[in-house]
């Protein structure tokens, strides 16, 4: 079973320009994820899909941060402008819906330097 | 609000030492616990994962003990060795599936 995939694997750009990041889930999988990994923490989510719905982004800065995903597989997450605190990991993660299935799995991420 | 806190951020421990990773959490709505391993360049991979009906899990060398009452749950690398060296997250889920990570643990195995 083919993992989480992502691109690219490594981004840099200068403050105010535009990026945009791709993640194609495990086969199968209705549940996707983008999370923010800040250089010694934690990922933080910022937006789950259920299919192709928005299920929580909460924690998306809506303000320059947008994510979708057409036809509940692929997704695309864009920063536009991007700040230099947007420097970080960005994660992929995707799950099955099936009953009791809450692991969720994680693709290699995006490396973004904000310069 | 940091729900998850994780302790120590760092650990050096020798090989075929125990490896002690601490986690305490605040919203008892969280109803799933799973450990992640994280390689430098790679994405996190569930390394074994708790529900709270359940004191203690083993898989292998590795251990999750879960104190409900307490708010708190461990995971415990049994003879630790350097292929072990990783960041470790714990991390806490809630009916909605969303994962509440704590801050990692960067885990040295010493030869």
């Known amino acids: 079973e083919a993992g989480v995939a992502q691109s690219p694997r490594y981004k840099i750009i200068e403050k105010r320009q535009s990026v945009a990041f791709w993640c194609n889930p495990i086969?199968?999988?209705?549940?996707l994820y983008w999370y923010q990994q800040i250089l010694g923490q934690g990922p933080k989510l910022l937006i789950q899909?259920?299919?192709?719905?928005?299920?929580?982004d909460s924690q998306l800065p809506k303000d320059r941060f947008s994510a979708e995903r057409l036809k509940g597989v692929d997704s695309t997450l864009k920063i536009q402008p991007a700040k230099l605190e947007d420097s970080a990991v960005y994660l992929c993660?995707?799950?099955?819906?099936?009953?009791?299935?809450?692991?969720?799995?994680f693709g290699p991420g995006t490396r973004l330097t904000v310069t | 609000q940091q729900q998850v806190k994780q302790s120590p951020q760092s650990l050096i421990v020798q090989k075929g030492g125990i490896s002690i990773i601490n986690c305490a959490y605040e919203?008892?709505?969280?109803?799933?616990f799973p450990w992640y391993q994280q390689f430098p360049g790679k994405g996190p991979a569930l390394l074994i994962a708790?529900?709270?009906?359940?004191s203690e899990k083993k898989e292998g060398r590795f251990t999750i003990s879960f104190n409900k009452s307490a708010k708190q749950f461990s995971l415990h690398i049994m003879d630790s060795q350097p292929g072990d060296s990783a960041t470790y997250f714990c991390?806490?889920?809630?009916?909605?599936?969303?994962?509440?990570f704590g801050g990692g643990t960067r885990l040295m195995v010493k030869p």
């Open positions: 919203n008892t709505a969280f109803d799933y």
């Open positions: 708790i529900r709270p009906d359940v």
């Open positions: 899909f259920q299919n192709n719905g928005v299920v929580d």
């Open positions: 991390a806490a889920m809630s009916a909605g599936n969303m994962l509440t």
């Open positions: 993660a995707s799950s099955s819906s099936g009953q009791g299935r809450r692991e969720q799995y």
């Open positions: 086969s199968g999988h209705a549940t």
